[in-house]
């Protein structure tokens, strides 16, 4: 059974740092995608930040760029997103998801979310 899961969320204030973690069991990370997701109440969920499978390209939303960084360990099955500067409006839950690359249909794999609540 496949499962991500997402940790290190919780309350910061505004201009303070988070990191979070997915860890994934039941599949390898090396031939995935990995992409960080956030909803807030009445958004839809966005892409925030997204790591090819070797890590040899990222892509991050304008809203983040230059604030957040995503990385991989593949040996550890392990996705991370370093969170800095952070704004009220970056609160959301924090979504992993998991691509296969190359496969049709697609086969993805989501994590539970993490909550992140940036306040004063």
């Known amino acids: 059974q496949v499962q991500l899961v997402e940790s290190g969320g919780g309350l910061v204030q505004p201009g303070g740092s988070l990191r979070l973690s997915c860890v994934a069991s039941?599949?390898?990370?090396?031939?995935?995608?990995m992409s960080w997701y956030r909803q807030s109440p009445g958004k839809e969920r966005e892409l925030v930040a997204a790591?090819?499978?070797?890590?040899?390209?990222?892509e991050y939303a304008a809203s983040v760029e230059g604030r957040f960084t995503i990385s991989r360990d593949n040996a550890r099955n392990t996705v991370a997103l370093e969170m800095n500067s952070l704004k009220p409006e970056d609160t959301a839950i924090y979504y992993c998801?998991?691509?296969?690359?190359?496969?049709?249909?697609?086969?993805?794999?989501w994590g539970q979310g993490t909550q992140v609540t940036v306040s004063s």
């Open positions: 790591v090819s499978p070797t890590s040899d390209n990222t």
């Open positions: 039941g599949v390898t990370l090396s031939s995935y995608a």
């Open positions: 998801k998991a691509i296969l690359i190359g496969k049709w249909p697609p086969v993805e794999y």
